[in-house]
């Protein structure tokens, strides 16, 4: 009776201190904010990307290409996704766009696509005019008809680009200009939302 009695209480405070572990565990800054530290940017090269205080759903929206075909977020499952909105009248967004387009060159092959989406009511016209005229060649000719996708994420203004992790959560926005070009803001997009 008496032994009974002792192991109850050693197997008692036993889990008592696995669940106070786990918790801290859970709780810990390390852990409890694993997805936030990688995606905090460092540095005044980053300051325009703003993290999410935690991942966010994002709703279901379509954008079109070229032949017609409707693309969704779904179809880039598994992968890191740089979303960005953005039109031809946009004086920013043009200056953007050659970055982009080196930018998705650079990390399609480890896992991350990088997608613009015009907002140009001309549609597709628009967009393949602009492609020759500044020389895009690694980025699809993506387009939200009515300006539906952009609405559904809250876009405010042009331009406007999404981070999103391979599990299609977004974890930070940049809202207008920003320097995509460079190894630091490539580095920060593997260690955001490359595939782990």
């Known amino acids: 009776m008496y032994v009974t009695s002792i192991l109850q209480r050693s197997f008692i405070t036993w889990m008592g201190a696995a669940i106070v572990s786990g918790v801290i565990f859970l709780i810990s800054p390390a852990h409890a904010s694993g997805d936030k530290a990688l995606c905090t940017p460092e540095g005044e090269a980053l300051s325009a990307i703003k993290p ?70 001309a549609g597709h016209s ?27 994420l809250g876009i405010r203004g042009l331009p406007t680009t999404l981070i999103i992790r391979p599990d299609g959560q977004e974890v930070a926005r940049i809202e207008g200009i920003h320097h995509y070009d460079t190894d630091v803001t490539k580095a920060y997009l593997k260690r955001c939302i490359g595939p782990k």
């Not at 200056?95 to 140009?120: F, K, Q, T, W």
């Not at 628009?126 to 009515?146: M, V």
């Open 126 to 152: 628009a967009i393949a005019a602009f492609y020759e005229k500044i020389g895009i060649t690694n980025l699809a000719a993506l387009h939200d008809p009515k300006g539906t996708a952009a609405r559904a």
């Open 52 to 121: 999410l205080d935690a991942p966010a759903a994002l709703p279901a929206l379509t954008l079109t290409t070229a032949d017609g075909r409707e693309v969704t977020l779904a179809d880039y499952a598994g992968r890191g996704v740089v979303l960005n909105f953005w039109a031809t009248w946009c004086a920013p967004c043009v200056r953007e766009m050659p970055e982009l387009d080196r930018l998705n060159a650079a990390l399609a092959p480890v896992g991350i696509d990088v997608l613009a989406a015009s907002m140009d009511r």
